[in-house]
T-cell receptor, first 117, second 114 residues
């Protein structure tokens, strides 16, 4: 069982609200990721981090922002939520170092199901 | 373009029966291939991982195969159980970046009926 946690698990909010999705891992992993997943669709990488103070945008454009002040914590923020942001958001982490050594094993959290009305 | 295609999109089988899920990929340069199980409303959990030199890997009732020449993989589930109902996702990693980018299929939604 991977030690990666996400809160809240479910969130229903109104348009225009600011929200922060929390993600924490206790495995000491350097790399962390945020994915967005719609029903029946593949996961899309929206943000990733190599380590503290490192954040990058992923393949899918997102209006969200992330921060990495501590190794174990990688929150995602939406300044003004819209219905188009309704989706499942999955956080993951993996070891640092050479990808070949760790096989890029990513451990996923349980996800946050966000609904914006 | 790096892609991962899975078939079938959905599958319904009776408890106790076997099934095989397919995955075709075009990811290059190839590093490894994983099969994940994702229960509804949960995050994916890794079932098997195979590198270029491996052509089969088992994890209990799950057996994955890999043909790196044809870029195809399969996941065989034997003696299915109701708890096997989930989405099974094929994930391919490239070795062309330090990030170790993952490419996800859309998954096969498996439903096991009693």
């Amino acid at each position: 069982e991977a030690d990666i946690y996400q809160t809240p698990r479910y969130l229903v909010i109104g348009t225009g609200k600011k929200i922060t999705l929390e993600c924490s891992q206790t495995m000491g992993h350097d790399k962390m990721y945020w994915y967005q997943q719609d029903p029946g669709m593949e996961l899309h990488l929206i943000h990733y981090s190599y380590g503290v103070n490192s954040t990058e945008k992923g393949d899918l454009s997102s209006e969200s922002t992330v921060s990495r002040i501590r190794t174990e914590h990688f929150p995602l923020t939406l300044e003004s939520a819209r219905p188009s942001h309704t989706s499942q958001y999955l956080c993951a982490s993996s070891e640092g170092g050479q990808p070949a050594r760790s096989y890029n094993e990513q451990f996923f959290g349980p996800g946050t199901r966000l609904t914006v009305l | 373009k790096n892609q991962v295609e899975q078939s079938p999109q959905s599958l319904i089988i009776l408890e106790g029966k076997n099934c095989t899920l397919q995955c075709n990929y075009t990811v290059s340069p190839f590093s490894n291939l994983r099969w994940y199980k994702q229960d509804t409303g949960r995050g994916p959990v890794s079932l098997t991982i195979m590198t270029f030199s491996e052509n089969t890997k088992s994890n209990g009732r799950y057996t994955a195969t890999l043909d790196a020449d044809t870029k195809q993989s399969s996941l065989h589930i034997t003696a299915s159980q109701l708890s096997d109902s989930a989405s099974y996702i094929c994930v391919v990693s490239d070795r062309g970046s330090t990030l170790g980018r993952l490419y996800f299929g859309r998954g096969t939604q498996l439903t096991v009926w009693p």
